[in-house]
């Protein structure tokens, strides 16, 4: 029997009217427009377009939007300074600097210049330290998309067995942490894990997020498991994930597509962190 196939866009579109509508609660109660500011390095065309889908969004959404637009050669001081501007900016609630940056700008140095209570992306050491705490502040967008993805879809995670593929600040810490808070079993896998497929195997929840064109194949999922593709890679003309998706499809039990799986989650989730963001300060102010 073949996999559910998880409809990310469905669930992005349910979590996005539900924050246009609390973002215009917002918006009456304080007189107050959340605002997003992105900023954007040179000329990545798969940067620009991720920019442009945020842009939309926000609009959509009733969300204030500014998009900054920097040369390639921009200088380390030049894009602190800027980052500095926004963090004074009454009127910007959320900040998000676009990666990746080129090579000559230390990204961590401008992540962790944004305010912590400005950081959408939720990457700064003060967020991803609550997140350790289990404080769910502001949430890297992707994990908590995920996160909301399983629950929209009545798939439980208390006391399953979770694995992860790919150990990134972005994506495969942050994804434990949550996954752990809600009483899971978690491990985390990486290019040293030895037996990889024997560990894959034991998993109820697999989630591969490693930037590897069809990475996992039907050897490496367990009947009935729950297969969330986090992975975007252009190969050819084609878009795919870092799972097999014919392969998946005969074995595991439910499945997220590429594209139009955890993709429309991401944005989702920016926009709902903007808001809580606009909250907080509100709240601090």
Known sequence: MAAIVLDGKRIADQIHEKTRADIEVFRTDFGVTPGLAVVIVGENPASRVYVTRKHKACKSA????????????????????????????RH?????VQLPLPKHINSNLILERICPVKDVDGFHPTNMGNLV??????????????????????????GKRAVIIGRSNIVG??????????????????????????????????IAAIGQPKFVRRDMIRPGAVVIDVGINRVGTELVGDVDFDEAMAIAGYISPVPGGVGPLTIAMLLHNTLRAARLQKAGS
């Open 173 to 206: 810490k942050p994804m434990a942490l949550l996954l752990l808070a809600r009483n899971a079993t978690v491990t985390i896998c990486h290019s040293r894990t030895r037996n990889l497929p024997e560990v894959t195997r034991e998993a109820d929840i697999l």
């Open 92 to 96: 910007i609630h959320g900040i998000l």
């Open 62 to 89: 009733g969300i204030l939007s500014k998009v900054v637009e920097l040369p390639e050669t921009v200088t380390e001081d030049d894009l602190l300074r800027q980052v500095d501007q926004l963090n004074d900016d």
């Open 133 to 158: 705490l289990g404080k769910e502040i502001l949430v890297p967008c992707t994990p908590y998309g995920i996160i909301q993805m399983l629950e929209m879809s009545g798939i439980g995670t208390d």
